[in-house]
């Protein structure tokens, strides 16, 4: 049977959840450049796009550095907060788990309440503006090593709970003890936070079973190669262990040639629970429609796939059990609104979530 194909406006209109996107890589490229004179940074070009452009991982995490550097008053990561959830809201995200990485402000002297009152101000003006709903996840830095993540999740404890969810890891991938973060990840879980990881983007496989068997990580961030490994890929199938992939953002930090050739269909065939993610929206120059309609021209997806994938995604998230179904049902209420529109079949569930 041929996929029905959704346009580009039926795809944005659509209802979506993103778990995997950093506030700084989600800021627009004229804010930043706003910021950094405001700030007195000095960026080594006039518009920060100009370098976006990347050679691997390390190349990006050294621009997404200087990204990190023009946010330094509270009022500033209020601003890109905002305008972030503002771009999402119109590309249909309608709840969203979002990163932030305070190390490098840290580092530059700027207070952590500082950057936490302007997230969640940020956070707040969003939602009475748009009605989106965002939980903030805190990445730790993971070459500023395991002593940094204890300091870090140490100051997340004074922050409201209904806002900080979780504590994530990201930036490089090789040369990283992975396994000493055993304990302040053990100690965020036992504070009450989420964890998650970014595991096997440019590394081995063999860092997502460190993430998920040694540091009991509940989610996994890209977990690229996944596949390469039987045992864990069935253990992490088994467990419903969530992946977030981030086509888009693994072609231009160049892991792949085309999104074409990423393992997000694979992956679902094995029966993996994976979501689909920006990342960086604005450094990548998307946001979750356009990564949507991606989708669908190289996976050859059709209504169906993509309302998978955002029940995937609600599933995936941090929410309570009720209001998953709650949106899951609302979710699949507007995909068959959209279908009714778009002239097809409505479909037809074995089972559709309980009240
Ligand atoms: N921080 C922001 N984006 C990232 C990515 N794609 N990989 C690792 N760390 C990141
Ligand atoms: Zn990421």
Known sequence: MVAELASQDHIRALPKVELHVHVEGAARPTTLAS???NNEVQLPVADPSDLYVYEGLEDFIAVYELVCRCLVRSEDFERVTYES?????????????????????LRRGVAFQTIWQGLTAGVNEARKD????????????????????????????????????????????????????????N???????????????????????VGVRELGIERIDHGFHLLDDEDLTREVVERQIPVTACPTSNVEIGLLDSLSEHPVPSMREHGV??????????MFRIDLADEFVRVQDAFGYGLDDLEDLSIAAVESSWLDEVSKKKMQRDFIAQFQKLRSEMDVHARVFDSLPEN
Not at 85 to 105: D, H, I, K, Q
Not at 144 to 156: K, V
Not at 187 to 203: C, D, I, P, V
Not at 273 to 282: F, G, K, P
């Open 35 to 37: 910021l950094a004179k």
């Open 85 to 105: 959830l503002e771009l999402a809201n119109l590309a249909g995200v309608r709840y969203r788990e979002m990163f932030f990485s305070p190390t490098f402000a």
């Open 130 to 185: 748009f009605g989106i709903e965002c939980k903030l996840i805190m990445d730790i830095d993971k070459p500023s090593g395991a002593d940094s993540a204890q300091e870090l999740i140490g100051m997340a404890l004074t922050c409201d709970r209904e806002v900080l969810v979780g504590i994530g890891g990201d930036a490089g991938e090789f040369g990283i003890d992975l396994g000493a973060f055993a304990e302040p990840f």
């Open 187 to 209: 100690f965020a879980r036992q504070s009450g936070f989420k964890t998650t990881m970014h595991l096997s983007e440019e590394g081995p496989v063999s860092d997502i079973a």
């Open 273 to 282: 629970l994976v979501s689909i993610n920006s990342d960086n929206a604005e």
